[in-house]
């Protein structure tokens, strides 16, 4: 369905980000940047990665969007989108009313006799959903295709448009945010001062360690 790999390139996103906060956390543990200078510096990586992140997912749905229109038109039959937001309303309205199994079977029959095809095909596709037998299988035979495109197109609303899939997706899986890998901070003796007595006083300084997945 995508043009992209959206997976792989997530990944080297995210590859990258992280190469980038242990060369940033390798500079202060090498005493080359203050710790100052590390904070700003990996807030500024991660605030580019998820900027690039970002930018990948709406590419992402945009391709989705693209690919549900172009399903639509097959169920529809018709590209002009008057047709289509005719037929988006009339479906939401005969949704609402799939219970009424006699109101649908009345609304697709005057569908019929006025050749409203718009109108026979959004009830027809409730009625496919909804198992009401005696509008899908008369529509069936008077269009072959109809039921095979109703259901490509229900299969990918049930896949695409899952009330969930955008929180599981971007929230837990592989499209999550990029955060900083979980770390700890060691102190280790860095050298020695010596004091007005000419001591050698030892010194400490913080260390950064990023700790591998799993």
Known sequence: MFKENYEKEMTAIRTEGEQALHIVAGQFNDGKISQSEWKQTRDKV???SNQKRNEL???R?????RAEEVLLNKVVGANDEKDMNRYRDLYSKYSEKANDKDYLIREYETSIKLNDTTAGKACASVAVEHGIKEIANDYS???ESFIN???EYRGFKQKWRAFDRKFIEYQCNHFAHI???RKSVEKYEAGYNVNDSGQRVPFFRDRIIYHKKG
């Open 46 to 48: 991660l605030e580019l």
């Open 57 to 59: 997912i709406e590419r």
């Open 61 to 65: 749905e945009f391709d989705i969007d």
């Open 141 to 143: 035979i008077r269009d």
């Open 149 to 151: 495109a109703i259901n």
């Open 179 to 181: 955060r900083e890998p």
